[in-house]
């Protein structure tokens, strides 16, 4: 079932999410849903705050090359839990977005590979290097789990550039 999104100006989306203790029927429930709501809204990663759940659950569509070379969206995957560590220095740069923010679409940089460590929704360990597109995802969900928005990652000026348009988002979707 699709849920609601909760957008900018709530304040669910400033929190710090909870580790997830056991992956039960509420879980499994959650994860099905937010990979729902996320292909409703043709986004690529939801984390679950922004259906207002406050657990440490990510969904991703990663990108994959299929046989003709062709980029698509792959098969969702689900991070429980996650924990990211050894960014590299060299960074990238690619534009952003975020379901709970629409309209706004920035460049972020952030570091170019990172180190994954996570649990499926079998419960199976995770332990993967990202890197591409598919890091970037990993890294703009994982900070929704510590309350941090990709907008925050802008610089200073870029950031009071799209001020006016994120007090807009506020009242439009916060009534
Ligand atoms: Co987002």
């Keep these: 079932m699709k849920r609601p999104l909760v957008y900018y100006g709530n304040p669910l989306l400033r929190k710090k999410s909870v580790k997830v203790e056991k992956i039960n029927d509420?879980?499994?429930?959650?994860v099905k849903d937010m990979i729902e709501t996320m292909d409703a809204n043709n986004g690529v990663g939801l984390?679950?705050?922004?259906?207002?759940?406050?657990?440490?659950?990510?969904?991703?569509?990663?990108?994959?090359?299929?046989?003709?070379?062709?980029?698509?969206?792959?098969?969702?995957?689900?991070y429980i839990n996650?924990?990211?560590?050894?960014?590299s220095s060299e960074?990238?740069?690619f534009?952003?977005?975020?379901?709970?923010?629409?309209?706004?679409?920035?460049?972020?940089?952030?570091?170019?590979?990172i180190h994954v460590e996570a649990m499926d929704l079998e419960g199976n360990k995770i332990s993967e290097d990202f890197e591409g597109f598919k890091a970037v995802e990993i890294m703009h969900e994982n900070d929704h789990l510590n309350g941090?928005?990709?907008?925050?990652?802008?610089?200073?000026e870029n950031r009071k550039k799209i001020e006016p348009y994120l007090k807009e988002i506020k009242k439009k979707y916060n009534k």
């Design 26 to 30: 509420e879980i499994k429930t959650l």
């Design 91 to 93: 960074t990238n740069i």
């Design 95 to 113: 534009s952003e977005g975020c379901l709970s923010i629409p309209g706004i679409h920035r460049e972020v940089e952030r570091p170019k590979s």
């Design 82 to 87: 996650p924990v990211l560590s050894n960014p």
């Design 47 to 78: 984390a679950a705050i922004q259906v207002g759940e406050p657990w440490r659950v990510i969904v991703i569509r990663p990108e994959i090359e299929n046989e003709s070379g062709k980029i698509m969206l792959g098969e969702p995957e689900v």
């Design 148 to 156: 941090v928005l990709f907008v925050d990652r802008l610089s200073k």
